[in-house]
C-alpha cells in the first residue's frame, strides 16, 4: 500500500505553507529517513523564467518552507537544482532563478551553482541505457520532488513524473524528444528516468494550478491543496483525481502500469481529496477529435481511434503575437524552425508534434492546429 498525504492549504502566505509542509513530513515521518550531513536535493518544476503568479513554476513559497523545515532540524546540506527548458549555465539559470522569485533569503543561498551533468547507467533491460543528469541529482543522498500541477500538451498532464525531466541538463531534453518521437516511447522513457533518480520524496504545489494550454501557455486556476508521498506514481494517481481527470487516460500511468510500477492500493490521508468540478480543461493538442455529440455513444471510443490515426496536431504560429525571439527554434528537437525577418517559420514536415515549440514560446504565440497527416 503506498500513502499520500493531502493538506488543504488555501494561500501561499508563508506561515500557510509552512504549516502544510509541517503537517505533511510529520504523517509521513519524514525526519527518521534524515541522517546528520545528508546532501539532500529539492528539485522544483523551473520550466523557463516566470513570475510565480504565472502558475508555471514551483511557487517560491514551497521551496522556502521545506528548506526551513530542514534547517531547523540541522539539515543544512541542501541544494536546490533543476534544469531549465533552454540553456543550462549559471548565466542563464541565474535569470530563471530570478525570474521566479527564487533569489531571495532563505532560497537563494542554496541555489546551484554546479552546471555539469554525469552519465548514470540504468537498469538492465530498459529502453535507454544511460541517462545525462545534471550532477546535484547524481550526488544527493535523498531527493525531494517538488512539482507543480499542470496540464501538458504532449503528456496530458505534469505532476511528479514529468517533472523529473529536469534532471536532464539543458537542450539535451530536445535530444530525448527526437529519439522518443512518439508519446508512448517518450511516457515509457519518463518511468525510467523516475526509476533512475529514484525520488525519496514529492512534495506536489497545487495551491494554484494551471489548465488548458500547460506547461508555460495555461490558464492559472486555484485549486488549494497540497499532496505528499514516497510513491510518486500514486502521487500521480491522486493528483490526476483530483484534476477530475481519468488516471488510465494519461500516457505515463498507462506506461508505469505496463512496467509494474503502480501501487496496487493508495491510502490518502489527511484532508479529503474532492475531484475538481470543472475538470481541469485539456490542452488543445490532446483534446478530442470534436465527435461526442455528432456520433452515438456506443461507437465514440471507435471513432475516435480512426480519427486519432487520420488526424495529427501540429503547432502553428500567430505571427502576429511572435516576436522572433527563437526560443521555439532552440528547443525543436528536429531543428526545422527558422526565424526570418523576426518571426517564426513552422513547417510540418518532420514536425513529431512534441509540442516543445509551444511550451518554450513566453508570448504564447504558438497553437494546435489539427490536420490530416503527411499533410
Excluded at 522513457?189 to 488548458?212: H, I, Q
Aim: proline fraction near 7%; glycine fraction near 8%.
Amino acid at each position: 500500500m503506498s500513502v499520500v498525504n493531502a493538506v488543504f492549504t488555501p494561500s501561499y502566505e508563508e506561515g500557510t505553507v509552512y504549516e502544510a509542509v509541517a503537517k505533511h513530513f510529520e504523517a509521513l515521518k519524514v525526519e527518521r529517513e534524515l541522517t546528520p550531513g545528508m546532501r539532500i536535493l529539492l528539485k522544483p518544476n523551473l520550466l523557463y523564467g516566470k513570475k510565480p503568479e504565472a502558475g508555471v513554476t514551483t511557487n517560491p513559497a514551497i521551496l522556502k518552507a521545506v528548506i526551513r523545515w530542514l534547517t531547523e532540524r540541522g539539515f543544512t546540506n541542501i541544494v536546490v537544482a533543476e534544469s531549465s527548458g533552454g540553456l543550462y549555465n549559471a548565466e542563464y539559470m541565474r535569470g530563471v532563478y530570478g525570474a521566479s522569485g527564487l533569489r531571495v533569503p532563505g532560497i537563494q543561498e542554496y541555489l546551484n551553482k554546479d552546471f555539469t551533468f554525469k552519465a548514470v547507467p540504468t537498469r538492465e533491460g530498459f529502453q535507454t541505457r544511460v541517462f545525462n543528469l545534471i550532477t546535484p541529482v547524481t550526488e544527493a543522498e535523498y531527493i525531494i520532488n517538488l512539482p507543480k500541477l499542470k496540464t501538458h500538451a504532449m503528456t496530458t498532464v505534469s505532476c511528479g513524473v514529468k517533472n523529473l525531466f529536469g534532471t536532464i541538463p539543458g537542450l539535451q531534453k530536445p535530444d530525448m524528444h527526437r529519439r522518443y518521437p512518439q508519446t508512448e516511447d517518450f511516457v515509457w522513457m519518463l518511468c525510467e528516468l523516475c526509476e533512475t533518480v529514484k525520488p525519496s520524496l514529492t512534495l506536489l504545489d497545487a495551491v494554484d494550478s494551471m489548465e488548458g494550454n500547460g506547461p508555460g501557455g495555461g490558464t492559472v486556476r486555484h485549486t488549494g491543496l497540497t499532496l505528499c508521498a514516497r510513491d510518486v506514481y500514486a502521487l500521480d494517481v491522486t493528483a490526476v483525481r483530483f484534476m477530475g481527470l481519468a488516471p488510465d487516460a494519461m500516457p505515463h500511468l498507462r506506461a508505469a502500469r505496463e512496467m509494474g510500477l503502480l501501487p496496487e492500493r493508495i491510502d490518502v490521508t489527511g484532508d479529503e481529496v474532492v475531484p475538481c468540478s470543472p475538470a481541469f480543461r485539456l490542452p488543445d493538442a490532446v483534446k478530442s477529435t470534436g465527435f461526442d455529440d455528432a456520433v452515438p455513444k456506443l461507437l465514440r471510443k471507435p471513432t475516435e481511434f480512426v480519427m486519432d490515426r487520420l488526424l495529427r496536431s501540429y503547432p502553428h504560429v500567430d505571427r502576429s503575437k511572435c516576436v522572433g525571439c527563437g526560443k521555439c527554434a532552440e528547443s525543436c528537437p528536429q531543428k526545422i524552425i527558422q526565424i526570418t525577418d523576426k518571426k517564426a517559420g513552422m513547417p510540418r514536415k518532420n514536425c513529431i508534434s512534441c509540442f516543445c515549440c509551444q511550451e518554450m514560446c513566453p508570448v504564447h504565440a504558438i497553437s494546435v492546429k489539427r490536420g490530416l497527416r503527411g499533410l
